[in-house]
């Protein structure tokens, strides 16, 4: 599927930044080459004639945090899908820890661990044999399957209704279930997009936690959230995608910096509403984004 | 694909379906208790009914007349008896169910008039007595009796009521039997034996057995029950797993999973066939046995006249074609379901392809259908025809061998498309309406100048109809006139209509684009060289596949004469050869084939174009040369960018068959050009050097298609 590409970027060990950031954002530390964990280099998809998300270039330590912004309509959840191998890029490259993602499309996945709001759950599985039958699927050894879910039960909280058959779980409890579904292989990369929509404060709190022992155990996350509090408190870097393109990069400091603002919020704003020279892909509508987004 | 994998993911979904109330209802509960619940009822309901109107009185009126004392006993024996006047209204009340039935007795004229009677109408036994008495030495033939011209009973009845059609059952018994009995009494009267009235005793014999009864039942009615449910058994979990896993956002979290497409597909289709497998077999099971229990049911302690029992080979090769329609109808199902996104979407999707399915099936029903060699190339018609002969045991292996190759190869076929279907991103995750532009066209989300496949598919399926329902009809009724609007008003303007009303490009749909002179020479050896290698293939296709056509090729050969439709010579050609040539090449090598190369290669949309183009012409017989001919007006039409050139090809083609058929058919030439026995093969040759010598001048002037794949 991956598609020759109209833009191809040779530059393949460049700096992260200097090809995401726009001209005014100064370029950020990337990390050591030894120490990243997840890399992408010039990922672009196309839906007809319109390029949902085009030329992204990431890379990501391990136990780093990345918060991807963007207003709705803006390629987040297309990044996502492509990194998560849900659908294929037409351009670009992605490698986890070695693995590289064209060569060894399975093996990638087994590094990837994905959850979004809107994840289902089997409504007819009970969280116990939902995890059993993805253990299998991740081909782990039974007693290691075992080991991790009953880790996974424990530090999730699932020991109550780990038996009960999913339809009659509450969002919350689905959602701890869904985390669990996610760590499970212990991936290296866990992508979670919209992680807390509709769960109440305690349930959110609970995933948010779940994220911070995530990165002390040395996953690289990135998270995708309309959430702006969860993003300040939990990420190390924040990248901005407007139109298909990161318009901006760095951690918090930066971006204020960068903004002349003194929070989040006003930078977001103050980044996707400014006139639009800065989005590089101007030449397409944002509705015909959003509509292939 | 990794096999435990496969095995993981069946077993998931088949634990999640048994899990699911509306598979065991759809998949055990129904065959299991709804079959005999419905059997009991309505049997026992009907034999109710059945005795209730044995037993029940009818009200039955006598119109203007009386009849003998017996009869009049026998029939007021179960039922009330009404004298009434024919002026009396009671037609009105047969209909309104007041009265069961009426008997009017109409005495013949000439024996009224001759005979005057105090009665006015009395039906008696008795007869008038013989002008000469027989004597014993006279032959036979010279008796002769003054015998009156017998009474004339008219029954009026309802035939929609069942009291009334039970009431004339009931009635006709009584009056065939008083006849008999009328008849002896005559023949007593003069000591004649009844032998002289019944040449002969009619004996029923039939040497079926029980068992070959019950078989002949069971072959009429499984493969069609059979085929029906396991169809229906594998649409609910074909949907479910597919649009309703979407629906559910499950597939999304599946495919984050190591897992390839194949072995997702693959798990959900073997999950699907096993539950239209088991729903087949327990339905099989479960109408059997309600039939057979049934049956003895009827006949309590006596001998049963119909035998179901089957052997286990019977069971053995029934539980193979099962699989047959398991294996094929899951991959149907999977197929559809898998473009819908949601639950109701997929329902959508399903249903048309079940009837599709099990429609043609009837045909295998039919009494008189035989299983022949195109029957057994027909999915499911084939599997209806070999489960009958199974049961009956007249199945050839050939057929059966057949059955299971032309299976095999559309099972495989929908596989291969339900795993196409499934790795299109579009389908796994698109959002808001379906857009069968974004799935079968590559200018998904594009303002579209030219028609699309979908924009083709809508057409033709109007065009369809409208030929079918109006053209056909128009043109049995008046030939030239018909054929006229349905050259023009049912393919022209409804191909440039939709085009005009969906803003495409006129010029580049239908590729208006002038054809230079040079080019006109080329297609004329095309068409003229051609025109004798369709005419040997019509007659080898005639001679060798469907002899029994040639008749009727004959027949419809004559029907495009000018006499037919009644026209003068220019007219006749400008309405079967320009007008053709106008209004069925804007359709099939302007719409249709623009549209097609917008997703297919220019050789496979020839291909299907012309496949359209013949299927129009509605004639089997015909389609394969009419292909042909389509083939060469779509390359054509490619070769040189502009629709004239197939226009002119077209309409010479026509010109010159009609020609033909005018002045040569008819001529000593013929004989010599068109032998009856044998095709002309020197006439092919001529014809295939004509024809090559055309191609290759042609490709020589328009060296590459300005239109390609786009």
Request: charged share 20%; proline share 5%.
């Amino acid at each position: 599927m991956v598609s020759q590409s109209p833009h191809p970027s040779d530059e393949k060990e460049t700096d992260l930044t200097e090809n995401t950031s726009p001209s005014e954002a100064p370029p950020e530390q990337e990390a050591p080459n030894a120490d990243w964990s997840f890399r992408i280099h010039g990922l672009g998809k196309c839906f007809g004639t319109h390029w949902a998300v085009r030329d992204l270039s990431l890379t990501l330590r391990h136990g780093e945090v990345y918060g991807l912004l963007g207003p709705n309509g803006a390629g987040k959840t297309t990044t996502l899908r492509m990194i998560a191998g849900l659908i294929e890029p037409d351009e670009g490259s992605l490698q986890l820890s070695g693995v590289d993602r064209d060569t060894e499309p399975l093996e990638a996945r087994k590094k990837i661990g994905f959850v979004t709001g809107s994840t289902g759950l089997y409504q007819r599985l009970t969280p116990l044999e939902l995890l059993h039958f993805f253990a299998k699927l991740h081909e782990l050894p039974k007693h290691e399957a075992q080991r991790r879910i009953d880790e996974l039960v424990d530090v999730l909280g699932l020991e109550s209704f780990s038996k009960q058959q999913a339809g009659t779980l509450s969002t919350g409890q689905k959602q701890r279930v869904n985390l669990a579904r996610a760590l499970l292989h212990s991936p290296t990369l866990l992508i979670l997009d919209e992680p807390t929509a509709g769960l109440d404060i305690i349930s959110a709190d609970f995933i948010l936690k779940t994220i911070q022992k995530a990165r002390e155990d040395g996953r690289s996350v990135i998270l995708s959230t309309h959430i702006l509090t969860e993003i300040e408190l939990l990420c190390d870097r924040i990248g901005i995608l407007l139109q298909g393109k990161l318009v901006q990069e760095g951690t918090l400091a930066t971006l204020l910096q960068n903004t002349q603002t003194s929070s989040l919020a006003q930078a977001f704003l103050k980044i996707v509403q400014a006139p639009t020279e800065q989005a590089p892909s101007k030449e397409q509508s944002p509705a015909a984004t959003e509509e292939v987004a | 694909m990794r096999w435990p994998i496969i095995l993981t993911l069946w077993k998931k979904e088949l634990l999640e379906m048994l899990r699911d109330r509306r598979t065991i209802i759809i998949m055990v509960l129904l065959p299991l208790v709804l079959y005999p619940i419905i059997g009991l009822v309505t049997s026992q309901a009907q034999s109710a009914r059945v005795q209730k109107l044995r037993k029940s009185r009818f009200r039955i009126a006598l119109i203007d007349a009386s009849l003998p004392e017996p009869l009049m006993r026998k029939l007021l024996k179960d039922n009330d008896i009404e004298h009434l006047r024919s002026k009396d209204p009671w037609l009105k009340r047969i209909a309104q169910k007041d009265l069961s039935l009426a008997i009017e007795i109409r005495r013949p004229k000439d024996h009224a008039a001759s005979r005057p009677t105090s009665s006015p109408s009395t039906l008696t036994a008795k007869t008038s007595r013989p002008s000469a008495q027989p004597k014993a030495s006279s032959r036979p033939s010279k008796l002769h009796f003054a015998l009156p011209p017998p009474y004339q009973l008219r029954i009026s009845y309802l035939s929609t009521s069942d009291a009334s059609r039970a009431a004339k059952r009931r009635i006709q018994e009584i009056l065939v039997e008083y006849h008999k009995l009328a008849i002896q009494q005559r023949l007593q009267r003069f000591r004649i034996s009844p032998n002289l009235v019944r040449a002969f005793t009619i004996e029923d014999n039939d040497i079926a057995s029980a068992q070959a009864r019950g078989r002949d039942i069971l072959s009429s009615m499984l493969p069609l029950l059979l085929i029906i449910m396991t169809i229906v058994g594998a649409l609910y979990p074909a949907v479910d797993l597919t649009a309703g896993e979407k629906e559910r956002g499950t597939l999304e979290t599946l495919l984050t999973a190591p897992i390839t497409s194949i072995e997702i597909i693959t798990g959900k289709y073997l999950t699907i066939f096993c539950i239209s497998m088991i729903t087949g077999l327990l339905n099989m099971l479960s109408l059997w046995f309600t039939f057979s229990q049934g049956m003895r049911m009827l006949v309590g302690n006596r001998k049963l006249a119909i035998d179901m029992t089957l052997h286990a080979y019977h069971y053995l090769a029934l539980l193979g074609f099962l699989a047959l329609i398991a294996a094929l109808s899951s991959a149907v199902m999977l197929s559809m379901a898998s473009f819908a996104r949601s639950f109701k979407e997929g329902q959508n999707y399903t249903t048309p392809a079940y009837l599709l399915c099990f429609m043609p099936t009837f045909f295998a029903t039919l009494p008189g259908s035989k299983a022949t060699l195109t029957t057994a190339m027909i999915p499911f018609v084939n599997v209806a025809f070999a489960i009958k002969g199974t049961i009956k045991g007249d199945l050839s292996l050939n057929y059966a061998l057949l059955t299971l190759f032309s299976m095999s190869v559309v099972t495989v076929a929908f596989l291969k498309l339900s795993a196409t279907i499934f790795q299109n991103e579009q389908v796994l995750f698109r959002e808001g309406d379906i857009s069968w532009k974004g799935l079968f066209s590559a200018n998904a989300g594009k303002r579209l100048t030219i028609p699309s496949i979908s924009d083709t598919f809508f057409l033709l399926s109007l065009q369809f109809a409208l030929l079918f329902y109006v053209g056909i009809s128009l043109q049995t009724k008046n030939i030239a006139l018909g054929t006229t609007i349905t050259l023009w008003g049912l393919f022209f303007l409804p191909a440039v209509g939709w085009a005009r009303a969906r803003h495409f490009d006129l010029k580049e749909t239908f590729r208006l684009k002038p054809l230079p002179l040079k080019n006109f020479l080329p297609i004329t050896l095309i068409v003229v060289g051609g025109l004798p290698v369709v005419l040997v293939i019509t007659h080898l296709i005639s001679a060798w596949l469907f002899p029994e056509w040639g008749e009727v090729a004959r027949q419809m050969d004559k029907s495009f004469s000018m006499k037919t439709f009644g026209l003068s010579l220019p007219v006749f050609f400008l309405l079967l050869s320009v007008s053709p040539g106008i209004c069925e090449e804007m359709v099939f090598r302007g719409f249709v084939l623009r549209s097609l190369q917008t997703r297919l290669k220019p050789q496979s949309a020839i291909l299907l174009s012309a496949f359209l183009f013949a299927a129009f012409h509605l004639s089997l017989y015909r389609l394969l040369p009419t292909m042909m001919l389509g083939v060469v007006f779509g390359w054509v039409c490619w070769r040189t960018g502009s629709i004239f050139s197939t226009m002119y090809a077209h309409a010479l083609h026509n010109g010159l068959s009609l020609a033909i058929g005018l002045w040569i058919t008819n001529k000593p030439i013929a004989k010599w050009l068109f032998p009856s026995d044998r095709p002309a093969y020197w006439l092919l040759a001529v014809g295939l050097v004509i024809f090559v010598a055309g191609v290759y001048w042609l490709q020589r002037l328009s060296p590459s298609p300005t239109e390609q794949r786009s």
